[in-house]
């Protein structure tokens, strides 16, 4: 299949590319953390859920032409999490999404992937108007929209909690 996007993407310290099975055990280190996954699955996910949800990354590429990266730091080659663009069918609209495990937090690294994906759509996607879908209490997540230039747009009741969509610009 041919997708409509990059199948990596470079910013100053990290490479972002679509998920490949090995990256799973990193990915895990999100996934199994109560304190990552809060806002997102609502709890941490067991090894054999992690491991069908990291599986889904890669099935959206399929589906969709487009989807999420993992996160890979040039240096040191780790993978750190995951950032790109997400649409599951019970979204209301595609999103950029972001996660970090949590030794990732605070240096910089989802503000800057999530600008490179922002870049990527803005010329490979220019027709998707995009937005990031936000648990209101999850207040970092919050930051980062904002910080991204993506203004709150609305609430709304998804998975039984409200959200926020917060709607990035077009570049």
Known sequence: MEFLIPESVESDRLFLRTVKDEDWPALHEYYSDAECTKYTTRHPLPEDESRRTVGSLTRHWQRHGYGPYVI??????????????????????????????????????????????????????????????????????????????????????????????YRHPRN
């Not at 999404?97 to 605070?106: E, I, M, P, T, V």
């Open 72 to 165: 890979q730091e040039k240096v040191t080659g780790s993978v750190l999490g995951v950032t790109g663009l997400w649409y599951p069918k019970e979204w209301p609209e595609p999103e950029i999404k972001w996660a970090l495990a949590r030794r990732h937090w605070g240096k910089g690294y989802a503000s800057e992937a999530a600008r490179a994906v922002q870049a990527m759509a803005a010329r490979h996607m220019p027709e998707l108007h995009l937005i990031s879908l936000i648990h209101c209490e999850n207040q970092p997540s919050i930051r980062l929209a904002i910080t991204l230039g993506a203004a709150m747009e609305r609430e709304m009741e998804f998975r039984d909690a409200i959200y926020r969509v």
